[in-house]
């Protein structure tokens, strides 16, 4: 059943923002590579590769449901960062609002009574949740180092070690 024209409006809206949320990430890494943060850069990256698969998860139901996708326009980001935790500060902000796009669609999806995007939208709703509390964990973890080189540096390893991990997995 076709998406009315409200809903692949909506649902092209949340692929352009999922894809303005890759090129956030891909700024942040710039900016921690140039920090000589290279752990935290990578893990921007591996986010920034995430957001664009979450773009193709929406594209693919527009699809399926023999419906146009279409980007919109993205807009490069502009960011300062003078210190790791203002990349992740800045990451939090657009998760949330990521996350409140997310809950608007599935409402907008419930208003018209589109059952079929549920298991979709439940699925992003569940993946916010994620995001939002690992993001946070990384930012409560770089507070309570404060200036502690060292802490800043295993943060860095740790967070690096994730593109490694997926790799692992391929």
Known sequence: MRLNDKLEKAFNDQVTMEMQASAVYRQLAIELDRLDLGGMAQWMRAQSEEEIVHAEKFID???????????GAVA??????????????????????????????????????????????????????EEEDTVR??????????????????????LGARQEELDSKA
């Open 61 to 71: 139901h527009l699809a399926a449901r023999d419906n146009h996708a279409q980007l």
């Open 76 to 129: 490069a980001p502009e960011v300062k960062v003078e210190k790791a935790i203002d990349a992740f500060r800045i990451a939090l902000e657009h998760e949330e609002k990521v996350s409140a796009s997310i809950r608007d669609l599935w409402n907008l999806a419930a208003d018209e009574r589109d059952v079929d995007s549920r298991p979709l939208l439940d699925f992003f709703i569940n993946e916010q949740i």
């Open 137 to 158: 964990n990384i930012i409560g973890r770089i507070e309570l180092i404060g200036a502690d080189g060292h802490g800043l540096l295993r943060i860095d390893e740790e």
